[in-house]
């Protein structure tokens, strides 16, 4: 009896407070979100990789940057504080930002960006996401280091659908080069050519045992024998689409992009820059040390690429070195052909959405949109150092023959709320201006995309299918593609041209995955579906941000709906102009 009093005092006492809390409120309490307030400071930092130390652009001199660890229904608060003498934005990628398109990050696109001595605070709330997201750098190219983990739990008294795993270790994949990737960039944007390749690649920012003056510093996983525990595999590389692999184990995926997937198995991942994989690992191998390695999955035919390879070690506690195992090599994986695109496709079209989903089956409005490659003829009086692309050419790339370029005095986003003219125009084609073999030999006369700023509108709630069709134009090559401000469910992939009377059968409208990021096949086409019920200026490119130099990219500009909910937010007081 006693006992029992003690320990419901306690309980009654908060039983009090909540009858007080309803009095003042007039409202059932609500699990308490969170707010985490972060500061990032970007700066030149001395970091050492490859027998070599160069200046680098980091957040809080970590590279790669700060974890940000929070629960679904969190809000973000981070200010960002520009010490570098670069302009920058930081992208908070595959967050939804429901309404509030101005924390969004893509610079000139829902910002201008933050000038040296500058600062500005992103403020947003995850709204249904659960899994492993990540934030970069979207200017430039300064992503190349200035990125980081960004890991969404369930909401607190929340559990995952899937046994509480023992440890939990981020792992992003990066692109390393030796030289400063701002130049790297602006040479390639002087010269038309292609830029150089990465010198590495590497996992939470180290190369690894395969590389010069890396071994050292291998990122190392410890795991216990019999332990489950999850991966949050994230491809954060600039311009490579990358396998991964643990020796001798098989991962089970349970999760992509911040959405739950039905698990499978599967010994190899690939992935593509932007997107995240949950995958489940157990330890029921011989206690030793295992690789778990990266390197490139190449679709394109004949293009220079980084062919080494990055590694960190699996290691069973009981194997942790004291000095006598140091001489015992870890066991490498068989990674696939760097071409092995039968590999891919295994592994793409395994992914199915966990639990009901609602894909949108009536379609307001149907698109039609080539991605790929193009080549601009030299313009008249260039000299042959500005005309380095293939015979004397400068690349480009486009989304149906228009090749995207930024604006420099607005944001979009401003453009549009202020309806300042000048800025974009909303003409983006529903489908290529001229109909043609897209992933067949094509005529020289289609490789020259035109410029400009083109917007795709969308009212509020409206229904949009987007059939994304690689063209072989210059080369064939599977495109990441990357939606802002939303999540689409991938709907179906081929090879070849898409067929509508072909190939709306093998349309999943039960449950195909949500994903922000969808690896177009080389040579091929992907479907995705979404409601436009975020209102704001959302950025659609491909995310090798090679192509994106290029204008790989469109936006489409949703319209508010009706009300305060259907609309974006006022934009903050702090936020960056131009
Ligand atoms: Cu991961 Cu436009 O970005």
New binding site residues.
């Given amino acids: 009896m006693a006992v029992l009093r003690k320990s419901s005092y306690p309980f009654c006492s908060f039983l009090f407070l909540l009858g007080l809390f309803l009095l003042f409120t007039g409202e059932m309490p609500v699990t308490m979100a969170k707010v985490h307030s972060h500061d990032f400071l970007v700066q030149a930092t001395p970091v050492n990789r490859l027998c070599k130390t160069r200046s680098t652009i980091t957040v809080n001199g970590m590279y790669p940057g700060p974890t940000l660890e929070v629960n679904n229904g969190d809000t973000l608060e981070v200010k960002v504080t520009n010490k570098a003498r670069y302009n920058v934005t930081i ?1 908070w ?1 595959g967050v939804r930002q429901i309404r509030t398109g101005w924390a969004d990050g ?1 610079e000139f696109v829902t910002q201008c960006p933050i000038r040296p001595g500058g600062s500005y605070t992103y403020r947003f709330t995850i709204q249904g996401q659960e899994g492993t997201l990540w934030w ?1 750098a ?1 200017s430039s190219w300064l992503r190349a280091t200035v990125y980081g983990a960004l890991i969404i739990r369930p909401k607190e008294g929340n559990s995952y659908p899937f046994a509480k795993p023992t440890r939990e270790t981020p792992l992003l994949l990066g692109e390393w080069w030796n030289a400063n990737p701002i130049n790297v960039v602006r040479q390639a944007q002087r010269t038309g050519g292609a830029p150089n390749i990465s010198d590495a690649y590497t996992i939470n920012g180290q190369p690894g045992d395969l590389y010069n003056c890396s071994s050292k510093d291998t990122t190392i996983v410890p795991i216990n024998t019999g332990e489950t525990n999850l991966l949050r595999v994230i491809n954060a590389a600039l311009n490579q689409e990358l396998f991964f692999q643990v020796a001798n184990h098989k991962l089970t995926v349970v999760g992509a992009d911040a959405s739950y997937v039905k698990p499978f198995t599967t010994s190899v991942l690939m992935l593509g820059p ?1 997107q995240t994989c949950d995958v489940l690992i157990t330890a029921d191998q011989p206690p030793v040390k295992y690789y778990m390695a990266a390197r490139a999955y190449v679709s394109a035919q004949g293009a220079p690429f980084d062919n080494t390879t990055t590694t960190a070690i699996l290691e069973y506690k009981s194997a942790a070195c004291s000095a006598k195992c140091i001489s015992v090599k870890p066991v490498m994986p068989n990674l696939p052909a760097f071409n092995d695109t039968a590999t891919v496709t295994a592994f793409t079209t395994s992914f199915r959405s966990r639990g009901k989903v609602f894909v949108p089956n009536k379609i307001d409005h149907n698109l039609f949109f080539t991605v790929g490659l193009g080549l601009n003829n030299c313009p008249p009086g260039a000299s042959n150092s500005s005309c380095q692309g293939p015979n004397g050419t400068r690349f480009t790339a486009s989304m149906n023959n228009h090749s995207f370029v930024l604006p420099s005095n607005f944001s979009l986003l401003q453009a549009h709320q202020q309806g300042i003219p000048g800025v974009f125009t909303t003409d983006f084609p529903a489908n290529p201006p001229v109909q043609f073999d897209y992933t067949g030999n094509v005529s020289r006369s289609l490789w020259q995309p035109v410029s400009g700023t083109r917007l795709y509108r969308l009212k509020y709630g409206e229904t949009v299918q987007i059939v994304l069709q690689g063209t072989s134009i210059f080369t064939a090559e599977n495109h990441p593609i ?1 939606l ?1 401000g939303y999540d689409f469910f991938i709907i179906a992939e081929g090879f070849g041209n898409f067929n509508p009377r072909r190939d709306t059968s093998k349309f999943n409208l039960v449950d195909p995955p949500l994903r922000n990021t969808a690896p177009v096949p080389v040579g091929g086409w992907a479907v995705i579906r979404f409601v436009a019920d975020n209102p704001g200026v959302w ?1 659609m ?1 491909c ?1 090798l941000d090679v192509h994106i130099t290029w204008g790989l990219a469109m936006a489409f500009l949703v319209e508010n709906g009706v009300g305060e909910l259907q609309s974006i937010e006022h934009p903050p007081e702090d936020l960056p102009v131009c």
């Fill in positions: 992208h990628h893509p970069h979207h932007g990357h802002h950025l490119h995310h």
